[in-house]
Structure formats: structure tokens, C-alpha cells
């Protein structure tokens, strides 16, 4: 028997937010500075500019988020278009050590894999329930949160991974990759069973 979008359970309106604010700014700011940097650095062919490249997108990514808190303008919004930020900073960022490091391509590849597919799909998970972002995912579930937004977790997911690969670290580097997306899939499966 199957069910029609009648019998179904109605949706609940979530507020998402204003886009012009502080954060949002910051963010927008941070990413399109980081990709036209990273950009330049790969079409110069220059690692000083992949270094300033990840250094605006890190110190912006930290800074769009402590804005957030502080001026208490956190908003889903927002949440969303850190998330699609990261990925696009990640991805072109990562395509610049490339440049500079090509013997670390499976490493990278496997990073972006997880990152950008597994990662983005758990990150926007906080839409399936009213909350803000993923940062308070601990509210859905504390351990899933612990795994993947405290803190360590969110420098364990990109910080670990870019300076193994800048050290030449690679073999370890894949096998912190692997980790990381085992905890992904865990994670997912753990999420998915809470979906109503």
C-alpha cells in the first residue's frame, strides 16, 4: 500500500535567517578571497600563494563562526553557505598542493571523497530537525556530534589531513583519511536510523 503526500506527517516551518549579516559577510568574503587566491596559485604555479590561499580560508572560517556566536546571528542560512564554502575552499585548495605535491594524488583524492561527499551529506543533516547547525547537533545526538563538530573533530577532519600531506606524511595521512571516513559512515548510518 502506498501512501500519498496526504497521509504523510506535515512539515514544520524552520526560520532560516537573514542572509546580510556579520558572518554571512565574513564568510562570503573569506571564500571569495580563498578561491581567487588559490586560483592565482595554481595558475602561477606558486606555493606561497596556496599558504596565504589556506590561511584567509582558515582564519575566515574561524572568524565567520566565533561572529556567529558572538553577535548571536547564527542561522541556518548561514549554516548552509559555511558548509557549500568550505567544500568549494577545500576542494580547489587541495587541487593546489596537488600542484606542488602530485605523489600525495591518491591521499587527496580520498580527502575530497569524504570530505566533499560523505561530510556534506552528514553536515546537512541538522535540516532534517529545527535546529540551527551542526554545531548543535549534540542536541540530536551528543555522540555523533562528539565524532564530527566538536572541536578536535573539525580539526582532525581538514587541519590533520592538509598538514600530513605539507609534511609528506602521505601513507599516514591515508590511513587518518580512512578513519575519519569510517566515522563518517557510522556516523550516517547512526543519523539515518534517527530520520522519522
Known sequence: MTTSRLDRPAVTA?????VDTWPNLVTLLRTTVAVVLGGWAIAS???????????????GDMLDGWLARRLDQETRLGAVLDIVSDRVCTALLCAGLLVHLPRAWILAVAFLL???????MLSLAFLCWPILGPNDFHLVDPYVWRLN??????AANTAGVVVAIALGWYALGLVAVLAIGAVKVWSAARVLRMLP
Not at 14 to 18: F, I, K, M, N, Y
Not at 114 to 120: A, N, P, Q
Open 14 to 18: 524552520v526560520t532560516v535567517g537573514r
Open 114 to 120: 569524504s570530505f566533499s561527499v560523505l561530510d556534506t
Open 45 to 59: 604555479l606558486d606555493l606561497r600563494v596556496s599558504v596565504m590561499a589556506y590561511a584567509v580560508y582558515w582564519l
Open 149 to 154: 563538530w566538536s572541536p578536535l573533530a573539525k
